[in-house]
């Protein structure tokens, strides 16, 4: 079923998705790492096999694909670090739906990752299940099932209970993420 055409919704307010573009930015300077690496390996490479055309020795070209090799590792590193900010970012340009219904909460079942808490879900008025996250703690999650008014949205999950955060919005975010940590330790 997709949600958009059976639930109401609202858009991301810029300041929300502002939250979101700090995350990424934050991530992207974290990958300048690997994009570096992927360039000077590349460039590496390259130099290599013109140096082994133009100049010689003929058999130097044997150690390209070792740097090349580097490179397309540090290209997945990349990669892998920039695809989950990149979908969050994306999912701002979704709506924010709105449920007037119940939030359940669930421990972990045969399905779960070995390291799951458990499952939050939103349902509807009439108990049916609208969505589900798995959810990563140190304590198993108690099942219970309360009325509440939630907004959420299907990649980041509850947004709000009855119209209070639940965390996976940050009221503010600093620029580039830096001391995030710290804050959320607090």
């Not at 695809?83 to 939030?103: L, R």
């Not at 940050?170 to 001391?179: E, R, S, V, W, Y």
């Amino acid at each position: 079923m997709r949600l958009g055409r059976h639930l109401a919704g609202r858009p991301w307010t810029e300041r929300e998705r502002e939250i979101v573009w700090r995350g990424l930015t934050g991530r992207f300077a974290i990958a300048i790492e690997p994009l570096l690496g992927t360039v000077f390996f590349a460039l590496l490479a390259w130099g290599i096999i013109w140096r082994a055309r133009v100049a010689g020795p003929p058999d130097l070209w044997i150690l390209a694909p070792v740097f090349g090799i580097m490179a397309l590792g540090f290209a997945i590193y990349l990669v892998v670090l920039l695809v989950a900010p990149f979908i969050a970012y994306a999912q701002t340009f979704k709506p924010i739906y709105i449920v007037d219904g119940y939030v359940r909460y669930r421990g972990p079942d045969d399905f779960s990752e070995h390291t799951a808490s458990g499952y939050v879900a939103v349902l509807f008025d009439d108990s049916k299940l609208c969505c589900e996250w798995e959810c990563f703690g140190r304590h198993r999650i108690p099942n219970t099932t309360i009325p509440a008014l939630v907004e959420f949205s299907e990649y980041g999950g509850i947004h709000k209970v009855d119209g209070k955060s639940t965390g996976v919005l940050p009221d503010d975010l600093p620029a580039l993420a830096i001391g995030i940590s710290q804050r959320m330790r607090r």
